[in-house]
């Protein structure tokens, strides 16, 4: 490859570079969800790397300066997306799951929805006392048996995949605002300028 290719095709390189770091970040960024969750989603990160890789088609068929206008609104867009699933994904860690055991921060668990009727009980009598039991403290009760605080297992599994979809699609989306923004640089300074 010589200085001139890489001149005229620096948007592609630059766009592999960040495939190539979306699996990397990816695998040593797993969602804090518990080890359930590890290999589902280091095969969702590699999906995703794969989706990132395939903006390589549009940037070689898109590359001239009458398609700026159109790449400037995809990285906005896409860095808008990011933003609000990255806000979505932080809240939802933040309401859903909590660190257990307690003293360890690196594992979470995601709650349940309804208690059991032994963990409403205790919560309900912690309340008459002017106490308040979260579910941290339900499930040190129950010495971490979740089925003894939420029964109902499917519940957990709903959040616990949409934890798990809103971390894949910021991947995706934040490899694909830096990659439209690269394109969208290529563009505005290719030296084909638009008819009309």
């Keep these: 490859m010589t200085i001139s290719d890489f001149q005229q095709r620096w948007n592609v390189l630059l766009a592999l570079a960040t495939a190539v770091c979306t699996v990397i970040s990816g695998f040593l960024v797993i969602p804090q969800i518990g080890a359930e969750t590890v290999s589902w989603t280091r095969f969702g990160i590699v999906a995703v790397a794969l989706l990132v890789g395939l903006w390589m088609v549009p940037m070689q068929l898109y590359a001239s300066r009458r398609f700026l206008r159109y790449w400037v609104i995809a990285s906005v867009f896409f860095f808008a997306a ?39 009980k205790r919560r309900d009598d912690a309340a008459r006392n002017k106490l308040v039991l979260t579910d941290q403290d339900l499930l040190v009760i129950a010495d971490g048996r979740m089925v003894d605080v939420w029964p109902c297992d499917k519940e957990r599994t709903h959040r616990l995949n949409a934890l798990i979809g809103m971390y894949l699609l910021e991947l995706l989306l934040l490899p694909s605002a830096m990659v439209t923004v690269v394109q969208a640089s290529f563009c505005a300074t290719s030296a084909e300028t638009d008819g009309g």
């Design 82 to 120: 990011s933003g609000a699933t990255y806000y979505a994904y932080s809240n939802a860690i933040d309401k859903w799951t909590f660190p257990y055991p307690v003293d360890q921060k690196k594992t979470r668990v995601v709650a349940g929805i309804t208690l059991s009727p032994r963990s409403q």
